[in-house]
């Protein structure tokens, strides 16, 4: 003998939304678990994904220069949240100050530039202490300085 249901609908749209949930559940999950590893982010991420493609001597030596500098990676990183968000904000502001906002942005690009040349500056030292081979690996690879 079967249930007889007061309101159908109300358990036909439960059963979707169960199903809907499900599939949306399975998307997102599937596209968190298929997506490439990049590797860490940041600028240690990149001296380390570098160093990756280098022979194992050089490989410590460059490890070595670049480690030296992970401290101010974290200060480095630090001061880039700041700025952007000192962006968002000047951006959010009401009313509107285009001044400030520019400000902002010139102050972000200050420690974008700041950023970039002392990574580069280890990165120059760094290399000094790789041997011919090291150096033409890490031309070679994909993560070399001047990737595109």
Request: proline share 5%.
């Given at each position: 003998?079967?249930?007889a249901l007061r309101?159908p609908w109300r358990?036909r749209?439960?059963w979707?939304?169960?199903?809907g ?12 678990a298929l997506?490439?590893?990049m ?6 991420g990149?001296?380390?994904?570098m ?8 490989a ?17 990183r630090?001061?880039?949240?700041d700025a952007?968000?000192d962006?968002s ?5 009401e009313?509107?100050d285009e001044?400030?906002?520019?400000a902002?942005l010139l102050a ?5 530039d700041e ?7 280890s990165?120059l030292?760094a290399?000094?202490?790789l041997?011919p ?12 300085p001047g990737?595109r």
């Amino acid at each position: 003998m079967g249930i007889a249901l007061r309101e159908p609908w109300r358990t036909r749209l439960l059963w979707a939304s169960i199903a809907g949930n499900l599939f949306l559940g399975g998307l997102v999950g599937a596209h968190f678990a298929l997506r490439p590893r990049m590797g860490s982010p940041g600028l240690a991420g990149a001296a380390e994904r570098m160093a990756r493609t280098l022979p194992s001597g050089d490989a410590a030596r460059f490890r070595t220069v670049m480690d030296r500098e992970k401290p101010w990676y974290d200060i480095a990183r630090h001061r880039m949240t700041d700025a952007r968000a000192d962006v968002s904000r000047a951006i959010a502001h009401e009313p509107y100050d285009e001044a400030a906002v520019r400000a902002s942005l010139l102050a972000f690009q200050a420690r974008w530039d700041e950023t970039n040349l002392r990574f580069g500056e280890s990165l120059l030292v760094a290399i000094g202490t790789l041997s011919p081979e090291g150096r033409a690996r890490l031309a070679a690879s994909n993560d070399g300085p001047g990737r595109r």
